[in-house]
């Protein structure tokens, strides 16, 4: 849809925000789902919302304006979660709807994501239409960069991003790498596969260029003309739009913006928002009034003078960009230094969206602690030009300013008109640093702007100055450091001093909030090191020009790393199955069909709950969540609540009907609280906001409890069930008869899901029969009822559940939506109106937890050759405060604890542990990512004791022959072998690792280091009857087939997958067969979809409908051979044949005897290898993953486009969780990392340079067409990314003559790589610890 904002349209859909009953719309209202303003008006539901933040890009639409000075139309990519409607008076905003449709015609961008199985769930989809479809908007013929740059700001928690790069890279002129598109046959030969569907000739492609509709820029809608008007209408007026509570007032011109400054001195100027509108949303900050110039052409300028270049403070940052990118090109280099560092954290600041959004005055101004850009402005000497009525003036850029000292500050009617930055001159450095968790769109840990200026054909420093930030509360200036520097040579003995008075200037208190304090500490001399030699090879290259011969050459080996640009080199190689040659063409199984939703995905037609038409009554949901990790609740005070505007009720434990506690789960608290988080209450009203606001106002009184156990490092005896052992051999006794023996301890930290729709309820009370109808998104729909059911106290037959689709869920959405079902239905049967309850980001991420911490330790026996005899493992896991799934991943993580290796001698026990910490949940690979690092960090440690590789000690003790795992089931590894195998071989691994040594050799601030990981998992159950599954299958009499099963639709190609066996047990084309949802009245007590099980027993249950419909057809077929199904249907209908049935799949027959330890436990294994190499900055401890080669065994996949995207999401998922993804609590309990702001999952930048994919064929004769369940397996192998770091950093530690052996933790953040990289500046800071002033 584009929607053409002139003032008319806002008054007139003021009055239709849902719910709000005519009141008006407030002025900041945002363009987004939040306002609900385009889903009323329009629905427009395709305009995702997911963190509220700016942070993730679901929200993605273009905004365009026309530029009356240069005539140009603007177009710009926005989240329009921090964009006031009111802010687009005179701007045409183009939604995903308005790009193309099913109904109408789907774009090309739409189309190509889809078909280069650029979408899984789906949630992130529109917004990475919008972020492409910008771009060819403004470049329609892009370059490879301009794409990953442009989805920077785009989040995508399912693909890995391969595929949607990819689909954008066909826009580009000429594809830069032909290995996209190309498929081989596997890796092996013919003869080694024991595969009989492997033929070169027949090999299919993920997807075909040919079928792509051309991409034509000239059809693209045009700009509104009546908007031109507007904007060269010169007799423009004042905008005001009066809200109740907030006026918005967009002056007409410069003095107009002046006139209103005075009048209304305390009100804000919004240019971008996206630093008010932040503030507004989550530290409640309340203006009355707001400014916003936008667009008035005063503010927008760039002025070069032969000194310097003034540039307008209207200037969005990517604006700002290109003014520079411009003036770089036009001026001689020594000029240019400045513009150079704030190119370079331009390019990282955020994503496209917010740089367009964000402008160079709102930068400015606002002085966020952690900007980017005011460092290097106030290292380049920038001036800021003030305007007021009282006429102009100039302040400097300076200390005192980004400190915000009062007198160096903005009076309150002052505007600032322009920043001007001097051009840099020869003797003058000027460099901009920074590390952040991730490459792009996250806030620096530390950064800096630095310059010297020299003494002209010296080194001697005549000026100083150094600038950081995300050290304090404000920027900092280390002045004084400065200050003593002057006079100085810049030599070593400078650097050295230089360190220790900055760190003597800059205190960071041990409490400091954001923490990591040694090693901010450490970033602060590290980063001036990374100037100092920069500088110096600067000063020894003039030598060279100038022959002054002052300076000493340049150290060997001390070239600094690159500095966290992200690579936009992303070429990836898949290699697929290919199938049978006689297998009829109709036949879709095996090839890699599109995902049955990826159009309606791109196109922003597949309905989510949220995406809901308002049901008349409804009622929101906002929850009240304890503020105490252990605590007696001794008031809830909900009056203030009740007697807002909007508010119908508040919902206690008083008011659940049934079981308030039901299996240990507590709904709403009763009596006492047991972690940060749990609900207390929920209010119901009218719109969200109103129930939001009064949730604020419900007035809990607590007393603390004792014991509040928060970790598990030290043991509390509070265990959630009791220890699960698995053991062979005799470990006592082996430990006698080793060489060597070692023990240890590991830390895996725990992971958020963050899928990327958050948890959503709509719950629906019916008239009669206590029915209640509830649609959600989940992965077992048996156990929402079941907890619904419990609560409200009505069998279970009175509930409908329907779920259509989740925007992911990997494991999250198992038992918590049961749990908030259970709290949405006892709100709606109170009310007894609909309730419709959608988590917001920063409560899913608090209220849901995520994957358990693990505790890991281990002693190990070995001999000096390599063979390990004896392991003894310990395992604990943070369950949280309540059961959950804590017993059942304790009971996986035992089981799969021997991974790959025989250990004679092997003991493995393991207990979840109780503590006042929100209840972890499953999580994709269901222990198995935390349990295995366990296993290889001792490997990696036995191969330190005995000289060898890691490589070589897993190769050692790697299963080799058909054998009995250590819960003795019988299983033969040679799919195992196979991957390993061809792993190291094709990944080039020991011609790698002696470069990567040579690499190292050379450099001594950056560092190489690869890895290979061997994989046996695991799929499906260990109780059988969890791995039952049903389905439904009706055919109707025009021949069209609708089937349903018990799996749940996550995203990861269930229901594509089953269309697909229908279509060949039936042997008719996908195109007669529907699959709409999964629900409760059709298929009753399913179980969850898990376990990487669901194509493999919903498929199984598919086709055994689909084979007894045909056995049913068979005699009319056999009457009629040469006749149509649709012919066939007919006549076994007048043969009164029924067309429909159920299928069942009875489940393999799997057990598991925890007495014995023993037991057929899974019913197959998946095998694989990954191998990662990664560079390393021993200074900041950031890294870079240069390549990963994966090799799985897919046996026979049924869809390879799908399978393999599972591999590379969850090999993207593991890899985020192995480095950058990191939780953060307090030591009350509290956890800090609620939004993409703290939390961070990879983006497009992380991925690997280099991306290869192998699927492996074996034979699978247990599952359906032999194929192999792939959900899970890949995250796993993310953990090569963490081995390879751990390389890298042991390359580091053995140069520096420190200790072979370290401790191993996961994540390898990059403080964690920074402080394990000893050297003389962590030394200092250990050194330097002191008081505050
Ligand atoms: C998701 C996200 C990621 C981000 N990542 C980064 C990052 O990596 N690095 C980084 O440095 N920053 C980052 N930022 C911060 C961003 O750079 C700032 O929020 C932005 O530059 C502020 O500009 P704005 O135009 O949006 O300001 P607004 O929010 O519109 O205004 C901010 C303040 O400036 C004042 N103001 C604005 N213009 C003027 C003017 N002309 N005269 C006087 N006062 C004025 C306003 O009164 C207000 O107080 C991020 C922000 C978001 C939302
Ligand atoms: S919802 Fe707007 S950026 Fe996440
Ligand atoms: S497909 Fe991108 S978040 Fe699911």
């Given at each position: 849809?584009?929607?053409?904002?002139?003032?008319?349209?806002?008054?007139?859909?003021s009055?239709?925000?849902?719910?709000n009953?005519?009141?008006?719309?407030?002025?900041?209202?945002?363009?987004?789902?939040?306002?609900?303003?385009?889903?009323?008006?329009?629905?427009l539901?395709?305009?995702?919302?997911?963190?509220?933040?700016?942070g993730?890009?679901?929200?993605?639409?273009?905004?365009?304006?026309?530029?009356?000075?240069?005539?140009?139309?603007?177009?710009?990519?926005?989240?329009?979660?921090?964009?006031?409607?009111?802010?687009?008076?005179?701007?045409?905003?183009?939604?995903?709807?308005?790009?193309?449709?099913?109904?109408?015609?789907?774009?090309?961008?739409?189309?190509?994501?889809?078909?280069?199985h650029?979408?899984?769930?789906?949630?992130?989809?529109?917004?990475?239409?919008?972020?492409?479809?910008?771009?060819?908007?403004?470049?329609?013929e892009p370059?490879?960069?301009?794409?990953?740059?442009?989805?920077?700001?785009?989040?995508?928690?399912?693909?890995?991003?391969?595929?949607?790069?990819?689909?954008?890279?066909?826009?580009?002129?000429?594809?830069?790498?032909?290995?996209?598109?190309?498929?081989?046959?596997?890796?092996?030969?013919?003869?080694?596969v024991?595969?009989?569907?492997?033929?070169?000739?027949?090999?299919?492609?993920?997807?075909?260029?040919?079928?792509?509709?051309?991409?034509?820029?000239?059809?693209?809608?045009?700009?509104?003309?009546?908007?031109?008007?507007?904007?060269?209408?010169?007799?423009?007026?004042?905008?005001?739009?009066?809200?109740?509570?907030?006026?918005w007032?967009?002056?007409?011109?410069?003095?107009?913006?002046?006139?209103?400054?005075?009048?209304?001195?305390?009100?804000?100027?919004?240019?971008?928002?996206?630093?008010?509108?932040?503030?507004?949303?989550?530290?409640?900050?309340?203006?009355?009034?707001?400014?916003?110039?936008?667009?008035?052409?005063?503010?927008?300028?760039?002025?070069?003078?032969?000194?310097?270049?003034?540039?307008?403070?209207?200037?969005?940052?990517?604006?700002?960009?290109?003014?520079?990118?411009?003036?770089?090109?036009?001026?001689?280099?020594?000029?240019?230094?400045?513009?150079?560092?704030?190119?370079?954290?331009?390019?990282?600041?955020?994503?496209?969206?917010?740089?367009?959004?964000?402008?160079?005055?709102?930068?400015?101004?606002?002085?966020?602690?952690?900007?980017?850009?005011?460092?290097?402005?106030?290292?380049?000497?920038?001036?800021?030009?003030?305007?007021?009525?009282?006429?102009?003036?100039?302040?400097?850029?300076?200390?005192?300013?980004?400190?915000?000292?009062?007198?160096?500050?903005?009076?309150?009617?002052?505007?600032?008109?322009?920043?001007?930055?001097?051009h840099?001159?020869?003797?003058?450095?000027?460099?901009?640093?920074?590390?952040?968790?991730?490459?792009?769109?996250?806030?620096?840990?530390?950064?800096?702007?630095?310059?010297?200026?020299?003494?002209?054909?010296?080194?001697?420093?005549?000026?100083?100055?150094?600038?950081?930030?995300?050290?304090?509360?404000?920027?900092?200036?280390?002045?004084?450091?400065?200050?003593?520097?002057?006079?100085?040579?810049?030599?070593?003995?400078?650097?050295?001093?230089?360190?220790?008075?900055?760190?003597?200037?800059?205190?960071i208190?041990?409490?400091?909030?954001?923490?990591?304090?040694?090693?901010?500490?450490?970033?602060?001399?590290?980063?001036?090191?990374?100037?100092?030699?920069?500088?110096?090879?600067?000063l020894?290259?003039?030598?060279?020009?100038?022959s002054?011969?002052?300076?000493?050459?340049?150290?060997?080996?001390?070239?600094?790393?690159?500095?966290?640009?992200p690579?936009?080199?992303i070429?990836c190689?898949?290699?697929?199955?290919?199938?049978?040659?006689?297998?009829?063409?109709?036949?879709?199984?095996?090839?890699?069909?599109?995902?049955?939703?990826?159009?309606?995905?791109?196109?922003?037609?597949?309905?989510?709950?949220?995406?809901?038409?308002?049901?008349?009554?409804?009622?929101?949901?906002?929850?009240?969540?304890?503020?105490?990790?252990?605590?007696?609740?001794?008031?809830?005070?909900?009056?203030?609540?009740?007697?807002?505007?909007?508010?119908?009720?508040?919902?206690?434990?008083?008011?659940?009907?049934?079981?308030?506690?039901?299996?240990?789960?507590?709904?709403?608290?009763?009596?006492?609280?047991?972690?940060v988080?749990?609900?207390?209450?929920?209010?119901?009203?009218?719109?969200?906001?109103?129930?939001?606001?009064?949730?604020?106002?419900?007035r809990?009184?607590?007393?603390?409890?004792?014991?509040?156990?928060?970790?598990?490092e030290?043991?509390?005896?509070?265990?959630?069930?009791?220890?699960?052992?698995?053991?062979?051999?005799?470990?006592?006794q082996?430990?006698?008869?080793?060489?060597?023996?070692?023990?240890?301890?590991?830390?895996?930290?725990?992971?958020?899901?963050?899928?990327?729709?958050?948890?959503?309820?709509?719950?629906?009370?019916?008239?009669?029969?206590?029915?209640?109808?509830?649609?959600?998104?989940?992965?077992?729909?048996?156990?929402?009822?079941?907890?619904?059911?419990?609560?409200?106290?009505?069998?279970?037959?009175?509930?409908?559940?329907?779920?259509?689709?989740?925007?992911?869920?990997?494991?999250g959405?198992?038992?918590?939506?049961?749990?908030?079902?259970?709290?949405?239905?006892?709100?709606?049967?109170?009310?007894?109106?609909?309730?419709?309850?959608?988590?917001e980001?920063?409560?899913?991420?608090?209220?849901?937890?995520?994957?358990?911490?693990?505790l890991?330790?281990?002693?190990?026996?070995?001999?000096?050759?390599?063979?390990?005899?004896?392991?003894?493992?310990?395992?604990?896991?943070?369950?949280?405060?309540?059961?959950?799934?804590?017993?059942?991943?304790?009971?996986?993580?035992?089981?799969?604890?021997?991974?790959?290796?025989?250990?004679?001698?092997?003991?493995?026990?393991?207990?979840?542990?109780?503590?006042?910490?929100?209840?972890?949940t499953?999580?994709?690979?269901?222990?198995?990512?935390?349990?295995?690092?366990?296993?290889?960090?001792?490997?990696?440690?036995?191969?330190?004791?005995?000289?060898?590789?890691?490589e070589?000690v897993?190769?050692?003790?790697?299963?080799?022959?058909?054998?009995?795992?250590?819960?003795?089931?019988?299983?033969?590894?040679?799919?195992?072998?196979?991957?390993?195998?061809?792993?190291?071989?094709?990944?080039?691994?020991?011609?790698?690792?002696?470069?990567?040594?040579?690499?190292?050799?050379?450099?001594?601030?950056?560092?190489?280091?690869?890895?290979?990981?061997?994989?046996?998992?695991?799929?499906?159950m260990?109780?059988?009857?969890?791995?039952?599954?049903?389905?439904?299958?009706?055919?109707?009499?025009?021949?069209?087939?609708?089937?349903?099963?018990?799996?749940c639709?996550?995203?990861?190609?269930?229901?594509?997958?089953?269309?697909?066996?229908?279509?060949?047990?039936?042997?008719?084309?996908?195109?007669?067969i529907?699959?709409?949802?999964?629900?409760?009245?059709?298929?009753?007590?399913?179980?969850?979809?898990?376990?990487?099980?669901?194509?493999?027993?919903?498929?199984?249950?598919?086709?055994?409908?689909?084979?007894?419909?045909?056995?049913?057809?068979?005699p009319?077929i056999?009457?009629?051979?040469?006749?149509?199904?649709?012919?066939?249907?007919?006549?076994?209908?007048?043969e009164?044949?029924?067309?429909?049935?159920?299928?069942?799949?009875?489940?393999?027959?799997?057990?598991?005897?925890?007495?014995?330890?023993?037991?057929?436990?899974?019913?197959?294994?998946?095998?694989?290898?990954?191998?990662?190499?990664?560079?390393?900055?021993c200074?900041?401890?950031?890294h870079k993953?240069?390549?990963?080669?994966?090799?799985?065994?897919?046996?026979?996949?049924?869809?390879?486009?799908?399978?393999?995207?599972?591999?590379?999401g969850?090999?993207?998922?593991?890899?985020?969780?192995?480095?950058?993804?990191?939780?953060?609590?307090?030591?009350?309990?509290?956890?800090?990392?609620?939004?993409?702001?703290?939390?961070?999952?990879?983006?497009?930048?992380?991925?690997?340079?280099?991306?290869?994919?192998?699927?492996?064929?074996?034979?699978?004769?247990?599952?359906?067409?032999?194929?192999?369940?792939?959900?899970?397996?890949?995250?796993?192998?993310?953990?090569?990314?963490?081995?390879?770091?751990?390389?890298?950093?042991?390359?580091?530690?053995?140069?520096?003559?420190?200790?072979?052996?370290?401790?191993?933790?996961?994540?390898?953040?990059?403080?964690?790589?920074?402080?394990?990289?000893?050297?003389?500046?962590?030394?200092?800071?250990?050194?330097?610890?002191?008081?505050?002033?």
């Open positions: 849809m584009r929607l053409c904002l002139k003032k008319a349209s806002l008054t007139c859909l009055g239709l925000r849902r719910g009953r005519g009141s008006g719309v407030p002025p900041t209202l945002n363009l987004c789902r939040e306002s609900q303003l385009p889903t009323l008006r329009f629905h539901t395709g305009t995702k919302y997911s963190c509220g933040s700016g993730c890009g679901a929200c993605t639409v273009m905004v365009s304006r026309y530029d009356p000075k240069t005539k140009k139309i603007h177009h710009y990519p926005v989240t329009a979660c921090l964009v006031p409607i009111c802010s687009l008076h005179g701007a045409a905003v183009t939604t995903v709807e308005g790009v193309g449709s099913i109904k109408t015609r789907i774009h090309p961008v739409q189309e190509r994501l889809a078909k280069c650029g979408t899984q769930c789906g949630f992130c989809s529109p917004g990475m239409v919008m972020s492409i479809y910008t771009l060819l908007r403004n470049h329609p370059t490879p960069e301009q794409i990953t740059e442009a989805l920077g700001g785009n989040l995508c928690r399912c693909t890995g991003y391969r595929p949607i790069v990819e689909s954008g890279k066909t826009f580009c002129a000429v594809s830069n790498d032909k290995k996209y598109f190309f498929n081989s046959c596997t890796s092996l030969s013919i003869s080694e024991p595969f009989v569907f492997c033929f070169v000739e027949m090999c299919t492609k993920l997807y075909n260029e040919d079928e792509f509709q051309p991409f034509d820029p000239t059809q693209e809608p045009i700009f509104p003309p009546e908007l031109i008007r507007m904007a060269e209408d010169p007799n423009k007026r004042r905008l005001t739009f009066r809200g109740k509570r907030t006026t007032i967009t002056p007409v011109n410069l003095n107009d913006l002046l006139e209103l400054k005075t009048s209304f001195p305390e009100a804000p100027i919004i240019m971008g928002n996206t630093a008010v509108g932040p503030s507004i949303k989550f530290r409640d900050e309340f203006h009355p009034v707001f400014i916003s110039p936008l667009g008035l052409q005063e503010l927008y300028f760039v002025d070069s003078t032969d000194d310097g270049v003034t540039i307008g403070a209207g200037y969005s940052l990517a604006q700002l960009n290109d003014a520079l990118h411009f003036i770089v090109s036009e001026q001689p280099k020594e000029k240019t230094k400045t513009y150079h560092a704030l190119l370079k954290h331009l390019r990282t600041l955020a994503g496209a969206q917010i740089r367009n959004m964000a402008t160079l005055g709102g930068h400015v101004v606002s002085r966020p602690n952690y900007s980017d850009l005011n460092p290097i402005l106030a290292a380049g000497n920038a001036t800021i030009n003030l305007i007021s009525k009282e006429g102009k003036r100039q302040i400097p850029l300076d200390g005192r300013f980004l400190e915000k000292s009062p007198e160096a500050n903005l009076k309150s009617e002052e505007t600032v008109l322009s920043v001007y930055i001097p840099s001159t020869q003797w003058h450095f000027v460099s901009g640093l920074r590390i952040a968790q991730r490459q792009e769109n996250a806030f620096a840990i530390v950064n800096a702007g630095m310059s010297v200026k020299f003494e002209d054909g010296t080194d001697t420093i005549k000026e100083l100055q150094m600038f950081y930030g995300s050290v304090g509360p404000t920027v900092v200036s280390a002045s004084k450091t400065c200050q003593q520097l002057i006079g100085r040579k810049w030599n070593d003995q400078m650097l050295s001093d230089a360190c220790r008075l900055v760190l003597d200037e800059i205190y208190p041990p409490d400091a909030e954001g923490g990591m304090v040694e090693y901010r500490r450490t970033l602060i001399i590290s980063l001036l090191f990374k100037f100092y030699l920069k500088v110096r090879r600067g020894n290259k003039m030598v060279r020009t100038t002054l011969g002052l300076w000493a050459p340049w150290p060997p080996g001390h070239e600094p790393a690159h500095e966290g640009m690579g936009n080199k070429t190689f898949v290699r697929e199955q290919c199938v049978d040659p006689h297998q009829p063409p109709q036949d879709p199984v095996g090839h890699p069909v599109m995902h049955q939703s990826a159009i309606k995905h791109t196109t922003g037609e597949a309905v989510f709950v949220d995406d809901m038409p308002p049901i008349s009554q409804e009622l929101f949901l906002a929850v009240v969540t304890s503020t105490r990790a252990h605590a007696k609740i001794i008031l809830i005070d909900t009056s203030a609540a009740l007697a807002l505007p909007g508010v119908v009720d508040v919902i206690t434990a008083e008011d659940v009907p049934g079981d308030n506690s039901y299996q240990g789960e507590i709904f709403y608290a009763q009596n006492e609280v047991i972690c988080g749990q609900i207390v209450c929920t209010v119901a009203a009218d719109t969200y906001a109103h129930a939001k606001e009064a949730a604020k106002k419900v809990i009184v607590y007393e603390d409890l004792e014991p509040r156990i928060i970790t598990i030290v043991q509390h005896n509070s265990f959630l069930s009791a220890e699960k052992k698995i053991e062979q051999g005799d470990v006592e082996a430990f006698k008869y080793v060489d060597q023996i070692i023990e240890g301890k590991v830390h895996v930290e725990g992971q958020e899901h963050f899928y990327m729709e958050t948890q959503t309820i709509l719950a629906i009370p019916q008239e009669e029969d206590k029915e209640m109808v509830c649609t959600y998104v989940t992965l077992g729909t048996y156990l929402f009822q079941e907890y619904v059911a419990a609560a409200l106290n009505i069998p279970r037959n009175r509930i409908a559940c329907h779920t259509k689709r989740a925007g992911g869920a990997f494991g959405k198992v038992s918590k939506p049961a749990l908030l079902g259970a709290v949405s239905a006892v709100a709606a049967k109170k009310t007894g109106r609909p309730i419709r309850f959608i988590l980001r920063g409560d899913d991420m608090l209220i849901t937890a995520g994957r358990h911490p693990l890991g330790k281990y002693k190990i026996g070995f001999m000096n050759n390599g063979v390990i005899k004896a392991a003894d493992i310990e395992y604990y896991i943070n369950g949280g405060c309540s059961p959950d799934e804590s017993e059942l991943v304790m009971e996986f993580m035992v089981l799969r604890s021997e991974n790959a290796y025989y250990i004679p001698n092997f003991r493995c026990r393991g207990r979840p542990c109780k503590t006042n910490l929100p209840s972890n499953a999580f994709r690979g269901f222990g198995f990512p935390q349990g295995i690092v366990v296993g290889e960090a001792y490997i990696t440690a036995v191969a330190s004791q005995c000289d060898l590789t890691p070589q897993k190769e050692i003790n790697m299963y080799k022959r058909t054998s009995r795992t250590a819960h003795k089931q019988t299983f033969n590894p040679e799919p195992l072998r196979r991957c390993w195998k061809e792993c190291l071989e094709k990944s080039s691994f020991s011609a790698r690792k002696l470069a990567a040594e040579e690499f190292n050799k050379k450099n001594y601030w950056k560092k190489r280091g690869l890895a290979a990981v061997p994989m046996k998992f695991t799929v499906g260990p109780t059988a009857f969890y791995n039952q599954a049903a389905a439904l299958v009706h055919i109707y009499l025009d021949g069209s087939v609708l089937v349903s099963h018990s799996g639709e996550l995203g990861q190609g269930l229901h594509t997958k089953m269309i697909q066996v229908a279509s060949r047990e039936l042997n008719i084309p996908e195109s007669y529907h699959l709409s949802e999964t629900n409760t009245t059709t298929v009753s007590n399913a179980t969850f979809t898990a376990g990487s099980m669901g194509a493999d027993i919903n498929g199984k249950a598919v086709q055994n409908a689909c084979q007894i419909l045909k056995a049913r057809l068979e009319v056999r009457k009629n051979p040469r006749g149509t199904w649709e012919v066939w249907i007919s006549e076994a209908y007048k009164s044949i029924s067309l429909s049935t159920t299928g069942y799949f009875k489940g393999y027959q799997t057990n598991m005897d925890w007495k014995k330890g023993e037991g057929n436990a899974f019913p197959y294994f998946v095998y694989g290898a990954s191998c990662s190499e990664v560079e390393v900055d200074l900041t401890g950031a993953l240069l390549r990963t080669d994966i090799f799985m065994d897919a046996a026979f996949s049924i869809n390879p486009a799908v399978d393999i995207g599972q591999i590379e969850a090999f993207v998922q593991g890899m985020g969780f192995y480095t950058i993804e990191e939780l953060k609590y307090s030591p009350e309990g509290v956890l800090y990392s609620r939004g993409p702001d703290d939390y961070k999952i990879p983006t497009v930048t992380e991925i690997p340079e280099e991306f290869n994919v192998t699927l492996v064929h074996s034979q699978n004769p247990i599952a359906i067409y032999s194929s192999k369940g792939l959900g899970e397996a890949g995250m796993f192998l993310g953990s090569s990314v963490l081995f390879a770091i751990y390389d890298a950093m042991a390359a580091a530690r053995r140069e520096r003559g420190l200790t072979k052996t370290f401790t191993l933790s996961s994540p390898a953040t990059p403080e964690l790589i920074r402080m394990t990289c000893v050297d003389q500046f962590t030394d200092m800071v250990r050194l330097v610890r002191r008081a505050p002033c």
